[in-house]
């Protein structure tokens, strides 16, 4: 018949609702200030009562999730039925977040709104967002306008034009929007790296003041702010006047990630800056930049946030930092006394594919690390879950953050008991529901098929597909040689392989399209399963298979990180296979990765040996492949040997690494990766 919401006092932690959980977790709860309400609904009426105008806003998300879901649509014939319930709820942690790196793509006003509606939904308080990058700056401000004409826009290699911005309007209109959501928006305005937009469009900021255009790659780059000029400071403030004009949070964030220092190890002004202020190096320049800056920012009544590194050198008075390195940012941070915010990139990453990051991983999150004491655990402020968008433009973002943003706004609202991952799961199939019918266009929640292999009969391969989601259903289909594929087909339980072929394995959750199938290419060569000998141990970061990788009869993908490549470290890769008798060798290919980006380079040189007998060996072949400096081109790079045939029992192949990055590296002199993937014998 009603709903009254109505203000209370903030009540302590009701004990009740925690009597069962263990001390040492009882103690780890750290409510959000006056976001908690309690619900009563029964037959005669829905009673709420908050402290705050954010509580009772909290009420209704859960109101509306007990609501059936065809109400999104407004289309809900009445009456409708919800359980009655007392509810008696508040956050774990304080600070609730996503960040939404609208720069390397750049995001339309509406969707940003959208976003909005979706952490409000989820019971989150903070969007972080990330305004300023090598590849764009997309905030106007008033003072440079060239930060948007020129700083806004990139040439994308095809020669097309790619950019925007939010003008100030739009900014005043987004800021509000979400403070009537109960969410707080922090800008992101990145110091002293990812500015290559601002430096070109005001190349007096840098320490050259060479011109250089927006970037266009993805990556780290070397020209920063000079943090020697006072222009550079100057600069600065004059943004972050405007920035604080427009952005009511107590909180700004500045970046301070991913900066390398060897503009300023050559520049004389950030040298003669050293000498003046007695800093015995870069890093302690650095930490001068992060001081005045946070001091400038305390005088305008505002607090700084940085990424983990701003650590490096000390860390400016009230600085908060937001630990993405892992945990160890966020317990120096607390040992110095200083708050954090959790964004490890083991769970908080959506950018990262499920490989890496699947559902089950974000609902195992626990934003306390382990070595924070447990009367510390307030320096805790609560964790973001990253959304990058280097390779997700604003139509793939939903299928980033969704599922996962299921898991992550629970473990940030209620600290765990213990997480019972598979009734999360069932509750996350309802709710998946509900934003079928808002249009989110979810991803999977992990990946959905895996298959083993096995040596069969005669020389044939036997896959083994295996679903990895209870409700997936699979699907597969198979060429052989150049022909075309054959319809997709059931898969009953081992797909039976005797010639060289092409495998696609799909699957099928709830009716999302189908994503990019399993693949994967078959030879079954002379060498197939037969025993290798290496001379490394497997990297267990990339065994690729295990012993029998290279001769396993499966090709490495184009994804260096697809479970079949095998890697070696700073060394040579060398691997022996026994044909078991003397037969005739008509070719050789070995299979290599190239990525320059990940530190991985193809060998220059492949030598190939034969033996009889394994001891007294003779050289057949060496390919000789030098390499120029290559920073763009990522993927398998093959060298085969061929000609005369050779009779032997044992070839040995050699993939001499270059050990180490090449001058013309970004790292150059750290050690280097050698990926192989497989060796096909003829
Ligand atoms: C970051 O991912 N560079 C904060
Ligand atoms: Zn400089």
């Given at each position: 018949?009603?709903?009254?919401?109505?203000?209370?006092?903030?009540?302590?932690?009701?004990?009740?609702?925690?009597?069962d959980?263990?001390?040492?977790?009882?103690?780890?709860i750290?409510?959000?200030?006056?976001?908690?309400?309690?619900?009563?609904?029964?037959?005669d009426?829905?009673?709420?009562?908050?402290?705050?105008?954010?509580?009772?806003?909290?009420?209704l998300?859960?109101?509306?999730?007990?609501?059936?879901?065809?109400?999104?649509?407004?289309?809900q014939?009445?009456?409708?039925?919800?359980?009655?319930a007392?509810?008696?709820d508040r956050?774990?942690f304080?600070?609730?977040?996503?960040l939404?790196?609208?720069?390397r793509?750049?995001?339309?006003k509406?969707?940003?709104?959208?976003?909005?509606?979706?952490?409000?939904?989820?019971?989150?308080?903070?969007?972080?967002?990330?305004?300023?990058?090598?590849?764009?700056?997309?905030i106007?401000?008033?003072?440079?306008?060239?930060?948007?004409?020129?700083?806004?826009?990139?040439?994308?290699?095809?020669?097309?034009?790619?950019?925007?911005?939010?003008?100030q309007d739009?900014i005043r209109?987004?800021?509000?929007?979400?403070a009537?959501?109960?969410?707080?928006?922090i800008?992101?305005?990145?110091?002293p790296?990812?500015?290559?937009?601002?430096?070109?469009?005001?190349?007096?900021l840098?320490?050259?003041?060479?011109n250089?255009?927006?970037?266009?790659?993805?990556?780290?780059?070397?020209?920063?702010?000079?943090?020697?000029k006072?222009?550079?400071?100057e600069?600065?403030?004059?943004?972050l006047?405007?920035?604080?004009e427009?952005?009511?949070?107590?909180?700004?964030?500045?970046?301070?990630?991913?900066?390398?220092?060897?503009r300023?190890?050559n520049?004389?002004?950030c040298?003669k800056?050293?000498?003046?202020?007695?800093?015995?190096?870069e890093?302690?320049l650095?930490?001068?930049?992060?001081?005045?800056i946070?001091?400038?920012?305390?005088?305008?009544?505002?607090?700084?946030?940085?990424?983990?590194e701003?650590?490096e050198?000390?860390?400016?008075?009230?600085?908060?930092?937001?630990?993405w390195?892992?945990?160890?940012?966020?317990?120096?941070?607390?040992?110095?006394?200083?708050?954090?915010?959790?964004?490890?990139?083991s769970?908080?990453?959506?950018?990262?594919?499920?490989?890496?990051?699947?559902?089950?991983?974000?609902?195992?999150?626990?934003?306390?690390?382990?070595a924070?004491?447990?009367?510390?655990?307030?320096?805790?402020?609560?964790?973001?879950?990253?959304?990058?968008?280097?390779?997700?433009?604003?139509?793939?973002?939903?299928n980033?953050?969704?599922p996962?943003?299921?898991?992550?706004?629970?473990?940030?609202?209620?600290y765990p008991?213990?997480r019972?991952?598979?009734?999360?799961?069932?509750?996350?199939?309802?709710?998946l529901?509900?934003?079928?019918?808002?249009?989110v266009?979810?991803?999977?929640?992990?990946?959905?098929?895996?298959?083993?292999?096995?040596?069969?009969?005669?020389?044939t391969?036997?896959?083994?597909?295996?679903?990895?989601?209870?409700?997936?259903?699979?699907k597969?289909?198979?060429?052989?040689?150049?022909?075309?594929?054959?319809?997709?087909?059931?898969?009953?339980s081992?797909?039976?392989?005797?010639?060289?072929?092409?495998?696609e394995?799909?699957?099928?959750?709830?009716?999302?399209?189908p994503?990019?199938?399993l693949?994967?290419?078959i030879?079954?060569?002379?060498?197939?399963?037969?025993?290798l000998t290496?001379s490394?141990?497997i990297n267990t970061?990339?065994?690729?298979?295990?012993?029998?990788?290279?001769?396993?009869?499966?090709?490495?993908?184009d994804?260096?990180?697809?479970g079949?490549?095998?890697?070696?470290?700073?060394?040579?890769?060398?691997?022996?296979?026994d044909?078991g008798?003397?037969?005739?060798?008509?070719?050789?290919s070995?299979?290599?990765?190239?990525?320059?980006?990940?530190?991985i380079?193809?060998?220059?040189?492949?030598?190939?040996?034969?033996?009889?007998?394994?001891?007294?060996?003779?050289?057949?072949?060496?390919?000789?492949a030098?390499l120029?400096a290559?920073?763009?081109?990522?993927?398998?790079?093959?060298y085969?040997?061929s000609?005369?045939?050779?009779s032997?029992?044992?070839?040995?192949?050699?993939g001499?690494?270059?050990?180490?990055?090449?001058?013309?590296?970004?790292?150059?002199?750290?050690?280097?990766?050698?990926?192989?993937?497989?060796?096909?014998?003829?």
């Open positions: 018949n009603a709903i009254i919401i109505s203000a209370s006092e903030d009540v302590p932690v009701n004990p009740e609702l925690y009597k959980l263990p001390a040492n977790i009882r103690n780890r750290r409510p959000g200030r006056n976001e908690n309400y309690k619900m009563v609904i029964n037959q009426i829905i009673l709420i009562q908050a402290p705050s105008e954010a509580g009772g806003f909290y009420a998300q859960t109101l509306r999730q007990l609501m059936p879901v065809q109400s999104e649509t407004g289309k014939n009445l009456p409708i039925r919800i359980p009655s007392f509810i008696d956050p774990a304080s600070h609730r977040g996503m939404l790196d609208c720069c793509h750049f995001m339309d509406e969707f940003v709104k959208r976003y909005i509606d979706l952490l409000a939904m989820h019971k989150m308080n903070v969007l972080h967002w990330h305004l300023t990058e090598d590849q764009g700056w997309r106007e401000i008033k003072q440079y306008p060239e930060l948007t004409n020129v700083g806004a826009w990139r040439t994308e290699k095809d020669g097309t034009r790619y950019g925007g911005f939010y003008t739009d209109e987004i800021v509000r929007y979400a009537e959501r109960h969410i707080t928006i800008p992101e305005i990145e110091m790296g990812h500015s290559v937009a601002a430096i070109a469009s005001y190349p007096y840098s320490c050259t003041g060479e250089i255009p927006v970037e266009n790659e993805w990556g780290v780059f070397k020209d920063i702010y000079c943090a020697g006072e222009s550079t400071f600069f600065i403030e004059n943004v006047d405007e920035v604080c427009l952005f009511p949070s107590q909180y700004i964030h500045i970046g301070g990630d991913e900066s390398p220092r060897v300023w190890e520049c004389e002004h040298q800056r050293m000498k003046e202020h007695k800093l015995k190096d890093a302690d650095h930490a001068y930049f992060n001081e005045r946070g001091k400038y920012l305390a005088s305008k009544g505002r607090i700084l946030i940085g990424w983990d701003i650590l050198g000390g860390i400016p008075a009230n600085g908060v930092i937001q630990s390195q892992g945990e160890k940012g966020a317990i120096d941070a607390v040992r110095l006394n200083h708050y954090a915010i959790m964004s490890p990139t769970h908080c990453y959506f950018d990262y594919p499920l490989e890496s990051t699947d559902l089950r991983e974000v609902y195992s999150f626990d934003p306390v690390p382990a924070i004491a447990d009367d510390r655990i307030n320096m805790i402020l609560g964790a973001e879950c990253n959304m990058w968008t280097e390779h997700a433009p604003q139509e793939l973002v939903d980033r953050m969704f996962r943003m299921l898991a992550f706004s629970e473990v940030v609202w209620r008991a213990t019972d991952y598979n009734s999360f799961y069932q509750r996350v199939n309802g709710h529901d509900r934003l079928d019918k808002l249009g266009k979810y991803g999977l929640p992990a990946v959905a098929s895996a298959i083993s292999c096995q040596t069969g009969d005669d020389g391969l036997e896959v083994f597909p295996k679903p990895l989601l209870d409700d997936a259903v699979l597969y289909r198979i060429r052989y040689g150049n022909a075309d594929f054959l319809p997709w087909q059931d898969i009953d081992v797909i039976t392989i005797a010639e060289d072929a092409e495998l394995i799909q699957a099928q959750w709830r009716s999302l399209e994503e990019t199938p693949y994967r290419r030879v079954l060569h002379k060498g197939f399963s037969r025993p290496l490394y141990a970061s990339y065994p690729g298979g295990g012993q029998q990788a290279l001769c396993d009869g499966l090709l490495g993908t994804s260096f990180r697809d079949l490549w095998q890697a070696v470290f700073g060394d040579n890769l060398q691997a022996t296979v044909l008798t003397v037969q005739e060798i008509n070719s050789v070995t299979r290599w990765y190239h990525y320059a980006n990940a530190w380079f193809r060998p220059e040189k492949v030598s190939l040996e034969v033996s009889d007998d394994g001891r007294k060996w003779k050289p057949w072949k060496e390919i000789q030098p120029s290559d920073h763009d081109s990522q993927g398998a790079v093959e085969s040997a000609g005369q045939p050779i032997a029992r044992y070839i040995r192949i050699t001499h690494s270059l050990g180490k990055c090449p001058e013309w590296h970004d790292a150059a002199g750290s050690p280097s990766w050698l990926f192989a993937d497989e060796f096909v014998i003829r």
